[in-house]
């Protein structure tokens, strides 16, 4: 159960010849994929392109109809790996993940396609999320478009851009017998515009042609002494055939400006924020029309020296706008103009940020810098009561006012940091409090973390983890730390980072070389944290794939003996035996607990459209919640502390003669029991209690609660009464 679903909007990628398309950056991709002519499509979900499986899988009905195979592949590797179709058959073929950490996991593949090349077109998309809100290394995609030489695409964040981007990468990689890399950053994704459409096309040669007559050509091959050549063909047949294609197709844009002396030059993916950043600047307007000249790369690699030169000849100076490091395109740039003889002064990371993300605002400092050094605005002075990030400006060549500063809100110190967390009612929550409770009887363990929700454990309340070496690495990542006398470590990985390559180089691994180590695989049911897609071990039905097979099951197959199957983590007794068992047992070698439990989010979407269906239709309808007795609660705060749920927070205190803020449950509570279970299993306090509510109650319901109130009233009553008494 995919985080969001695309059935509705799949529809529109049956539009045929010259209709208007509305939508998504991602719908759009898929769009141009179909009039590509597109023959087989595989993939891995991560940020930001997980949408762009949701929608492959929800148009599993138009792929079929177009003889397209799609594959939700259970890793980068495997999806990489299917581009060899297209080395020997003029089959096109498309695969997306994310970047940079899918493109390391397809590394292998990626490298022996560039080398040996490839017959039909080869389309490598890539999620490039980089800055500020990725949950990834800070890297870039354009260091290993180079190192294997495959040719990288970087569109304008428009859709009529971006599909026309898709098309162009097939052609090119055609045209050059070379696989190309389309990034695509999460802007481009998820921007919403127009395009016109083409028909749908089916793929000249289809799968069963080329099983029906397979072809070998050995010198496609990587081995010797077919590999040694390949390198000469990639630099004196395909480099310069992709150079020939991206001059003549015009696949890089340029855009002129009346300050003809100075110059911009960005890739694709930044423009967007390139013109606003010149609009607060008043050098461009609304529709994109810029004063300076822009040459735009919507091809990152590889630089077009001709370009370049003729961009550059007449200008004083020109600033390259590349994030992240190295200054890939700036340094290439800088040695193509120095062997030209180009007077003009190159500029880059000397006035823009070594690293990061370039928002609008970064892009504001630069842009000033640069047009202050070349005499194109007049600073004005910044009053020194007020922290400005761009001072109020005049543009010198302009007859229009000028734009209001851009001030920089200055956050108090004692706002506290707000640590990204598990959604509430996340089952993954309890593992983690057993695992501190457990902490608590027998010491600290070296914990090895892993990507997923789980890692969130990392920060408060929890603060476990030590590492995480990549997705499915847990466990091989606490390899090293084992000791027959000393303690064991503790190893995490979810469902999705055991099927992605966690059984082979984690357990496995932990099997033949002796490992006595724990292993806890967290097993919600779903890869969580990339919106809910469906895995091997996913318990719902799903008529595209097998699912329904046990982790257990497969963790024996390997070969470990001591395997413990949790399947309610909201059990925190049962969670913490279990700990404690695998970290003080006798037994030898590697042990797993499997821990189970729904992920919330998905069980929330599934069971909030049953609730609300069943409210419209008028039945009966219970739903639990806990809540808390301020006059019992002593204001500890464990449970907060120890759970660290959402829902949990803190009041006044109703007794004037307290002054801890007591614990209190918000209404986003989903009933899960955590809080509960922590009150009991840390012997806290007896302030917690569960409430039913009831909506459409029916007739027994209704003399229930009479009944309750009469007996509760007459309690109360009776205890006021006696009170009275005491009082006299």
């Not at 259970?74 to 990489?80: Q, R």
């Not at 999460?186 to 921007?191: A, K, L, N, P, T």
């Not at 009053?383 to 006012?401: C, D, G, S, T, Y």
Request: net charge neutral; hydrophobic share 40%.
């Amino acid at each position: 159960m995919a985080e969001r679903s695309f059935v509705e909007e799949v529809e529109k990628l049956r539009l045929g010849e010259g209709k208007v398309f509305s939508g998504e950056g991602i719908l759009a991709v898929t769009k141009a994929l179909l009039e590509s002519g597109v023959a087989y499509i595989a993939g891995y979900q991560g940020a930001p392109i997980s949408h762009l499986m949701d929608v492959l899988a929800d148009a599993k009905d138009i792929l079929t109809d177009h003889g397209i195979r799609f594959e939700n592949s259970a890793s980068e590797a495997t999806a990489a790996a299917s581009l060899a179709a297209s080395v020997n058959y003029p089959l096109r073929g498309a695969v997306t993940f994310k970047a940079t950490v899918g493109t390391n996991v397809a590394s292998d593949a990626l490298a022996n396609l560039a080398s040996g090349g490839v017959t039909g077109g080869a389309l490598i998309i890539v999620g490039e999320d980089y800055g500020e809100g990725s949950s990834i290394m800070q890297e870039r995609s354009h260091a290993f478009a180079m190192k294997s030489q495959m040719w990288m695409l970087d569109p304008r964040p428009n859709l009529p851009c971006i599909v026309q981007a898709v098309k162009d990468g097939f052609d090119l990689s055609e045209a050059s017998n070379t696989p190309v890399m389309l990034q695509l950053r999460i802007r481009s994704c998820h921007v919403h515009g127009q395009f016109v459409t083409s028909r749908n096309r089916r793929s000249a040669m289809s799968i069963e042609d080329a099983l029906n007559k397979p072809v070998r050509d050995v010198e496609r091959i990587v081995l010797p002494p077919a590999n040694f050549l390949h390198e000469h063909e990639k630099i004196a047949r395909r480099w310069p055939a992709a150079v020939e294609f991206i001059e003549k197709r015009e696949l890089n844009e340029f855009f002129d400006g009346d300050m003809q002396d100075i110059g911009l030059v960005v890739q694709g993916g930044g423009y967007n924020t390139l013109i606003r950043a010149l609009e607060l600047l008043g050098l461009a307007d609304v529709f994109g029309e810029s004063r300076i000249p822009l040459y735009v790369m919507n091809v990152a690699y590889p630089l077009i020296d001709s370009e370049w030169k003729r961009f550059c000849s007449d200008k004083r100076a020109v600033l390259i706008l590349e994030e992240g490091q190295p200054n890939f395109v700036e340094q290439n740039a800088a040695n193509i103009l120095r062997q030209a003889g180009t007077s003009a002064s190159l500029h880059g990371k000397d006035m823009l940020p070594l690293a990061g993300e370039y928002n609008t605002v970064t892009l504001l400092k630069g842009l000033r810098s640069f047009l202050e050094r070349y005499d194109k605005i007049a600073a004005e002075p910044v009053a020194p009561a007020v922290r400005k990030v761009i001072p109020l400006m005049q543009v010198n060549e302009l007859q229009r006012p000028a734009p209001s500063a851009v001030v920089e809100t200055v956050i108090d110190d004692s706002v506290h940091a707000r640590p990204p967390g598990f959604c509430t009612g996340c089952p993954e929550r309890p593992i983690f409090t057993a695992m501190k409770l457990v902490e608590r009887e027998i010491g600290e363990h070296h914990v090895s973390a892993d990507i997923g929700c789980h890692l969130f454990s990392i920060l408060p309340p929890f603060n476990l983890g030590n590492t995480t070496m990549g997705y499915g690495l847990g466990g091989a990542s606490a390899s090293a730390l084992n000791s027959p006398t000393g303690k064991r470590a503790i190893s995490v990985m979810g469902d999705g980072g055991f099927w992605h390559n966690g059984l082979t180089s984690g357990i496995a691994n932990g099997v033949f070389n002796k490992s006595d180590n724990l292993t806890i695989v967290v097993d919600n049911s779903y890869t969580s944290a990339t919106g809910g897609q469906d895995i091997l071990s996913s318990t719902a039905l799903n008529d595209m794939r097998s699912t329904g097979h046990a982790i257990e099951d497969a963790v024996r197959g390997v070969g470990v003996k001591w395997v413990r199957t949790i399947k309610h983590t909201y059990d925190l007794k049962a969670m913490k035996n279990a700990l404690k068992e695998a970290l003080t047992t006798g037994t030898k070698g590697p042990k797993v607990l499997i821990a189970q439990s729904e992920c919330m989010l998905n069980k929330q979407r599934r069971e909030k459209q049953k609730v609300r269906k069943a409210l419209s239709d008028g039945k009966r309808v219970v739903r639990e919640r806990f809540g808390i007795d301020s006059d019992t609660c002593t204001g500890d705060h464990s449970c907060i502390r120890l759970s660290g749920c959402p829902s949990l927070t803190i009041k006044p205190n109703p007794d004037p003669l307290r002054l801890d803020p007591v614990a209190a449950v918000l209404d986003s509570c989903v009933g899960c029991g955590l809080c509960g279970e922590v009150s009991h299993a840390a012997v806290l306090c007896p302030s917690f209690y569960r409430a039913d509510i009831t909506s459409n109650p029916n007739r027994l319901d209704r003399i229930r609660q009479e009944l309750r109130r009469s007996v509760i009233g007459f309690l109360q009553r009776r205890d006021a009464a006696r009170r009275d008494r005491l009082a006299f």
